[in-house]
């Protein structure tokens, strides 16, 4: 079983819709958790943290749920510009060493 | 605003070629890595550092080596590079803290003929 599995996707959504990705993880200890948007042909830039109490950002909404182990990332009201691919990172260990990547999701927002 | 810097953004190296990839970064953070990232497989890690002159091997280390010699430059070599070793590589920075985030340099696309 991979660490952190996303659904690659695409998924290909209106302008305005709303459109949610999952991810899980396979260690029941990892400490924090991350979005990051990649943009084509671009370094991966943090999103948003996810905290355990759930956060939002704007039209972005994080949540965390330790129990299924599985983070969620929900965008509102989407935008031509919100089209990326959005990569699950994950601290397994909680300490100040490597991060887990997922292999990210493909969003594609249309007129 | 952290700033993370790779020497170059497109390379195009032949087989057997000596490659060396450097990154700097401007926030002091103890801890640094060399990704590379291909289709289909996302970000792999190569190998990290969490201070001078310390390295540990990450998921992939196989043909390649590092050399951190200052806190804020993390070198990647590729001792004899290979047709399989085309991809973007990308270096990151982090702080110490756990819940830190990292902070990507921009990528090195490196194709090997």
């Known amino acids: 079983r991979k660490e952190v599995e996303q659904d690659p996707g695409p998924f290909n959504v209106p302008e305005g819709a709303t459109v949610a990705f999952n991810c899980t993880y396979s260690n029941s200890a990892s400490q924090s958790f991350f979005w990051y948007r990649q943009d084509c042909r671009k370094e991966p830039k943090l999103l948003m943290s996810v905290y355990s109490s759930g956060n939002e950002d704007g039209r972005f909404t994080a949540q965390l749920n330790r129990a299924s182990q599985y983070i969620s990332l929900l965008i509102r009201d989407s935008k031509l510009s919100d089209s990326a691919t959005y990569l699950c990172v994950v601290n397994p260990t909680g300490n100040a060493s490597k991060l887990t990547f997922g292999t990210g999701t493909r969003l594609q927002v249309t007129l | 605003d952290v700033k993370v810097t790779q020497s170059s953004r497109y390379l195009v190296k032949r087989t057997g070629e000596k490659v060396f990839l450097e990154c700097v970064q401007d926030m002091d953070h103890e801890n640094m890595f060399w990704y590379r990232q291909d289709p289909g497989l996302g970000l792999r890690l190569i190998y990290f550092s969490y201070d001078v002159k310390m390295k540990e091997k990450g998921d992939i280390p196989e043909g390649y080596s590092v050399s951190r010699e200052k806190k804020e430059r993390f070198s990647l070599i590729l001792e004899s590079a290979s047709t399989n070793q085309t991809s973007m590589y990308l270096c990151?920075?982090?702080?110490?803290?756990?819940?830190?985030?990292?902070?990507f340099g921009p990528g090195t696309r490196l194709t090997v003929l």
């Open positions: 990151a920075s982090r702080a110490a803290g756990s819940t830190d985030t990292q902070y």
